[in-house]
């Protein structure tokens, strides 16, 4: 029987809202969008298909840090169940360095404690010089991933579930993509995403 945090049926696996798609084609080149999409049919394929998918996502996600990163990797090891516990785990890394390169930005202590959404916010792009599509690409997913992936446990008509292990794929390739640019620009956020 599928809850809220495992996915549904098998025929729903490959399902996914069309934010989900957007963000991941917004974020990701081509080729990492198509090598996604791909690991995710993975996973509803043969058991040899599956190892290799699961061992690609694991990869893709190793720590450092070894907190939150860590969860991330047992989380998707589980695909196709526990979706909402991969999302987390993920979303709480991205936060992780949001954090990290929104105290850098703007010298406040607080940002430390603070959400991500209400970090992302302080990030202003014209006002700091900061890339405006990253800012961007941030606010879609504290709006799309973070946010229900901590706080929303709708379903929606239709589903078993409030995730699909197609959406995790997708957004574990993104958030490592995001990741990847913070750290880049930031580094704050590349010393945090060392220090644990």
């Known amino acids: 029987m599928a809850t809220p945090s495992q996915t ?9 809202l069309p934010y989900c798609t957007a963000l991941a084609q917004d974020v990701l080149t081509e ?3 198509i090598e996604a999409e791909t690991t995710a049919v993975y996973l509803v394929r043969s058991s040899k298909l599956q ?6 996502l694991t990869a893709l996600v190793a720590p450092p840090p070894k907190h939150p990163l860590a969860a991330a990797q047992e989380a998707v090891k589980s695909l196709p169940r526990f979706t909402r516990d991969a999302l987390q785990s993920l979303a709480e890394y ?4 949001v954090r990290a390169w929104t105290f850098e930005v703007t010298g406040d202590a607080a940002t430390k404690t603070r959400s991500l959404g209400t970090n992302v916010r302080r990030l202003q792009p014209k006002k700091l010089g900061l890339p405006e599509d990253l800012v961007d690409h941030l606010k879609r997913y504290n709006s799309f ?3 229900p992936a901590r706080h929303d446990f709708t379903i ?3 589903q078993r579930h409030r ?11 993104v958030t490592m993509k995001l990741a990847e640019r913070i750290k880049e620009i930031s580094s704050a956020a590349r010393l945090q995403s060392i220090a644990f």
Request: net charge positive.
């Open 8 to 16: 549904g049926r098998k025929s729903e696996v490959l399902w996914a």
């Open 31 to 33: 080729q990492e969008y």
């Open 51 to 56: 190892k290799a998918a699961k061992q690609r």
């Open 94 to 97: 991205i936060e992780l360095l």
């Open 145 to 147: 991933i973070f946010t």
């Open 156 to 158: 929606f008509k239709g």
């Open 163 to 173: 995730f699909t292990s197609r959406e995790v794929v997708l957004l574990a390739y």
